[in-house]
């Protein structure tokens, strides 16, 4: 348990700001998501299925950008 403890402190700063974006593009993505369907329901999980769709879509990004393909 203390190393989860040693990284939440040397981390807080970037793990406040990385839930602070978190919040602010489910924010933006369910507005828009309204906005495109005028049904709020499906505002409402759009907005949190887009971002988890996305970190899946990062990490084999940053895969392939590490691996010979483009390098």
Known sequence: MSCVKTFMRYNQRT??????????HISIAM????LVTGNLLVAMTLSLVE???????FFFHEKLWNSKLLN
Request: proline content about 5%.
């Open 51 to 57: 971002p988890t769709v996305q970190a899946f879509a």
């Open 31 to 34: 507005l828009v998501a309204y």
């Open 15 to 24: 793990l406040k700001k990385t839930l602070s974006y978190y919040i602010m």
